[in-house]
């Protein structure tokens, strides 16, 4: 056996100095080395269990009665708040239920009505160019649906853009691809300066580093919860509404679950005050169950702590990757100021898709996006310094 | 022991006699009589042990990968083709995923676009005033982001109210509160014979009865999972797309899961050919893979011995209400003729509320409907003509 190498050994010591290192015991992890956690995060413990008790006796003994007495009819809100304090919003603004791109339509198509109670003259989406496709595609809708323009533009130059036509902006925290952090105060106050509404995506940032939506004055965000919440395959996504604007959020989806009073089965709508507001039709029980047990793991963590670990844990990487990969084999898209980073590091690489089979056949698993990205995301409560080592060093192997 | 009734006896042949009796060993059933199986199903014996699969083996294991070997990506496409023979259509037809409301607001938006592509002038939704809330209130905002007028009338009345300005009409195949079943294949030709698109809503018909989509030329259709199809608290809904309209269907979530490419990543949107044009955001994999294992109930059933078994009950339930509840107490809301009764009987009772209590506390689970309406559903999978016997008994004793 060979000696370990000096960036093994101090692998072994940043792990055991790691806060968040007990934490890796409430997931069920095996020997792979799992940097997809920003695609689909890892199974916590305490999901299995869960599931079988809301299958078998809330659903299979109690039925119908377990929408009062299970929780099941209040879950949007209750898993709502769960969520909130993971991304700076004080309880009662955030709902979860259908997917993110339901929920995109949902608040662009409410943030366009907002921005028009004051200027109904205003006919232009922006949305960030290099936006996760679906963001994009539902913004259209949106903008097709209110009579609207859909203006994309890189996030570095919606400053520029922005404009007394601007009645709504779709931006997305952290690049699905690159990893590269956008300036959420900065450009929330741009657009807040000429009178949009701000709609913020948060897929790849909310459980990986600190969002401050109600500090930085965000007006509607969205989110998954099967990334770094770790919530399971397609988890129902959430909605935020800023309080001061819920009763100004006129949804394009006012589903029975919305209404004031949904169990008067009236014909005529009444929106329901507070986040509530957001929700559409009977919500999807087994998955956000499931997504409440898996949010027990966040039971006193400190998103500050993740964030700092995230960033040691990437800063590493990319010190394992220089140490380790031949020079000019990769190139890192992801920006090397902490300032700018996400939770992932996007390496560029000839032949990426293959390279990325050999490396999940070798026991490192991140995924590829075309046409050259190899991406990995490093979740903080699960993923350690040695995890990071090896990865970096079968990367070194297989493009050798 | 009091000599059991005639109506006892008959039930216990009717029982012996049932081709479908066998198939309530493959429910969790408990000595509860159930009769609201058209709210909430009641939970099938597949499916404890295939979420256990899912979560441990296909989340927690294979992880990301599972979206292919696991075959999570073609869930919603292949379980609408599990759904397609239950409500009379051929493959290639139905999509699963996101909730009814959703769904119906797909359907509608889209079928105002169908109508318009040869008469831009269409301007009005129909919609079944008598119909559950949540499609009222999705057809009234799918008119306003259309430009449409939205006209409430009773499904009766719809063929006079039909114009060359109808675009869409909305109608419920079965009545969710009286369960009086509507003229499908009437209707239909009356919308189609206006020029306009016919949108139905099968909630509440569903495996129940035969729906026949494909013979009756519907376009459209919607549907919900966990009610007669057992898929559990808030499983996904349906969506039916008629295959000669796939090509014009129009959505108004485009989604990337509906895209042409989904993995390419591309920012500009092509809508896949066929029913997966339905699909929006990435699936509810936990609450759909439920569905699928609760549609194995399925194998073998001919949707006609169903609807034979469903008018039995219904009619002895009715005879067994005349025989025990005291005159003047109940009276039926739901037709009496088979060819407008769904699988349901609503009767209205004073204090139903109150009523239904005392019947769940007795063992006897229905609900309650405001104002005063007690509503019995009738799963002809699980419900026994000696259920139906002791449920009339229970009753009379508590209006006693």
Redesign the interface.
């Known amino acids: 056996m060979s000696e370990p190498s000096e960036l093994a050994v101090r692998a072994e010591k940043l792990d055991a100095a790691d806060e968040l290192a007990a934490k890796r015991s409430e997931f069920?992890l095996?020997d792979v080395v799992?940097l997809?956690g920003n695609?689909?995060g890892?199974?916590p413990a305490a999901?299995?269990g869960r599931?079988?008790d809301v299958?078998?006796r809330?659903?299979?003994?109690l039925?119908?009665?377990?929408?009062d007495e299970s929780g099941?009819w209040t879950a949007p809100e209750r898993i709502g708040d769960r969520i909130a304090p993971l991304v700076g919003a004080a309880p009662g603004q955030i709902v979860v239920g259908?997917?993110?791109?339901?929920d995109v339509?949902k608040a662009l198509?409410a943030a366009v009505r907002m921005a028009r109670e004051t200027d109904a003259g205003r006919d232009e989406i922006v949305v960030d160019?290099t936006t996760?496709?679906?963001d994009?595609?539902?913004a259209?809708?949106a903008a097709r649906?209110?009579g609207c323009t859909l203006r994309?533009v890189a996030p570095a130059e919606v400053p520029g853009v922005l404009s007394g036509r601007t009645a709504a902006v779709l931006l997305n925290h952290v690049d699905y691809?690159t990893g590269r952090l956008h300036d959420l105060p900065a450009l929330t106050a741009a657009v807040h300066a000429a009178g949009a509404v701000a709609v913020w995506d948060l897929c790849h940032s909310a459980g990986a580093l600190p969002v401050g939506l109600d500090e930085h004055g965000v007006d509607l965000a969205v989110g998954?919860t099967?990334k770094y919440l770790n919530g399971?395959?397609?988890?129902?996504?959430y909605l935020y509404v800023r309080r001061e604007l819920q009763d100004r959020f006129d949804?394009?989806?006012?589903?029975?679950?919305s209404?004031a009073e949904p169990?008067?089965?009236?014909?005529d709508?009444e929106a329901a005050p507070g986040a509530v507001r957001g929700r559409?039709?009977?919500?999807?029980?087994?998955?956000?169950l499931?997504l409440e047990a898996a949010l027990e793991v966040w039971d006193g963590v400190s998103i500050d702590a993740v964030r700092a670990k995230s960033l040691a844990l990437t800063d590493f990487f990319l010190e394992c990757v220089r140490a380790y990969v031949p020079p000019g084999t990769v190139d890192s898209l992801t920006p090397a100021a902490h300032g700018e980073r996400g939770s992932q590091i996007a390496l560029r690489c000839a032949d990426a898709g293959d390279v990325m089979k050999r490396l999940?056949a070798a026991g490192v698993?991140g995924?590829f996006?075309?046409p050259d990205v190899l991406r990995f995301g490093f979740t903080p409560l699960y993923v350690g310094f040695g995890d990071v080592e090896r990865a970096a060093r079968v990367l070194a192997e297989v493009v050798a």
């Open positions: 069920i095996n799992y997809d695609s689909l890892a199974l999901v299995p599931m079988e299958v078998r809330q659903w299979g003994s039925r119908i009665r377990s929408w099941w259908d997917s993110t791109s339901v339509f198509v160019a996760f496709p679906t994009g595609y539902i259209g809708s649906m209110t994309p691809r998954c099967y399971g395959p397609g988890s129902p996504a949804s394009p989806l006012p589903g029975w679950n209404h169990f008067g089965m009236r014909s709508y559409v039709g009977t919500p999807d029980i087994l998955s956000m499931a999940i698993v995924d996006r075309p």
